[in-house]
């Protein structure tokens, strides 16, 4: 498969290494922005200082702060635990690595990346407000998608968002007719997020992390999410 909903095929899944081996669950993900402004993503991020931020609000920060005062002497605990991207074969109900599940989970280094290239993590994308005309009020992100192979670094991107009214995570794997669930319950999901639109990045969207939103211009195509 070369097209993922980044939240719902990836976050709080298991890794598990070629050799059968568990390995860890994937807190986050790790986006870098390239010099073009194209979101890349990069590396699957691991342990509480991926997880704790995903609360939201004040909460999620305090709660970092909070590990880190626990830790005083370790100067990176605030940074979460990385496993490249490139290691992932599958994707499926778990994500299974193309190596053995030893040592393949480290702490951040520069990995290559260019220190001037920033860094953005899924958690942090997810569930922002989104201004546009077009969408019902209190439309957010609720899901990125990614598009090229995974395991082929460079070749992923993030080319589109999900955007609609409603709350992330609750489409809950619905939203694709191949995924297994009772029908009535997935038809009354279908119609809970009848407003939910595939929207492609381009000119026309703009995602502003320091106001803390996404916006939407006049001329962006909004595809319907349900079939």
Known sequence: MDQYDAALHLLDRQVVGSDDR???????????????????????LVGLPALLPRFGGRL???????????????????????????????????????VPGADVVRRRVDQGVP????????????????RCERLPRRSCVLDVRLTGPL????????????????RPGALLGYDRRREPGPRAVAEVVRWLHRHARVVQLGTEVEIDREAGEVRIGSGASLLPLLG
């Open 60 to 98: 999620g920060p305090w709660l970092l702060q909070r590990y880190v005062d626990l830790g005083t002497m370790q100067a990176d605990r605030a940074e979460p635990s990385v496993i490249d991207l490139g290691l992932v074969a599958s994707v499926s109900s778990e994500i299974r690595l193309s």
């Open 115 to 130: 220190s001037a290239m920033e860094r953005w993590r899924l958690g942090a994308l997810v569930g922002l407000p989104v």
């Open 22 to 44: 568990p390995v860890a669950k994937v807190d986050d993900v790790e986006l870098t922005v390239e010099p073009d402004g194209t979101l890349v993503p990069t590396a699957l």
């Open 151 to 166: 395991a082929e670094p460079g070749r992923s991107r993030v080319g589109a968002l999900v955007v609609g009214p409603g």
